[in-house]
């Protein structure tokens, strides 16, 4: 039997009337695509330091490094209770570190607030060449070489910068490096507010 052109292009239709299901499978590779490609593009465009952290409110996680080399006090989560405090996460090898170590030098210079450092993923010499070179701000600070202790803290990067209340809860948190106009317009009143907060003035 031979095939008429129309029962030939009725063949045709048949075979182009995909099911629904088939052809949706199809679709569904090139959605997950453009959805993650959305996604990706909004976080680009997302200032960092408005990424909330999880622990505001809540008690510094529980930790005891040692000391950088060449210091002899290390920093531990009971080191940060009994007044208002800030820690700052750093490492030798930071770029936006660098522009933010002078802000860190006059603000513990002001001695207005104790400042501890967390030295993230650094070796020890580094580290200690880094304090040495450009300067310590720091009352303590902690050795977190495998960067254990910056994921329990919820760290993306650094620096980060963090204000813990006097009872040991973590009250700001700043991600990047700190400016002068950071200092005065948010870190400087949150301490103040806090220290009023629970009864005491000025260390």
Same mark, same amino acid.
């Given at each position: ?19 629904? !299901? ?32 999880? *622990? ?23 080191? *940060? ?11 030798? !090898? ?12 006059? *603000? ?21 060449? !880094? ?21 329990? !803290? ?50």
């Amino acid at each position: 039997m031979t095939n008429t052109p129309a029962t030939t292009h009725n063949q045709q239709q048949a075979t182009n009337r995909k099911p629904i !299901w088939l052809r949706l499978l199809f679709l569904m590779p090139i959605v997950t695509f453009l959805s993650l490609g959305a996604v990706f593009l909004v976080g680009l465009g997302r200032d960092p330091s408005e990424i909330p952290s999880a *622990l505001i409110g809540k008690n510094v996680p529980q930790f005891d490094l040692s000391p950088v080399q060449g210091r002899s006090l290390g920093l531990s989560s009971k080191d *940060l209770s009994g007044d208002v405090s800030l820690v700052n996460v750093f490492a030798s !090898w930071c770029v936006a570190c660098k522009a933010e170590h002078p802000v860190l030098m006059r *603000l513990a210079a002001s001695r207005e607030v104790p400042l501890h450092g967390i030295d993230y993923k650094d070796a020890p010499a580094d580290a200690a060449n !880094w304090l040495d070179t450009n300067g310590d701000p720091y009352t303590r600070t902690g050795v977190d070489r495998d960067g254990r202790v910056a994921i329990d !803290w919820g760290i993306y990067g650094v620096p980060e910068t963090f204000v813990v209340g006097a009872d040991g809860r973590i009250m700001l948190r700043h991600v990047g490096p700190l400016t002068d106009d950071d200092v005065r317009a948010e870190i400087l009143p949150l301490v103040t507010k806090l220290r009023q907060a629970a009864g005491g003035g000025a260390p």
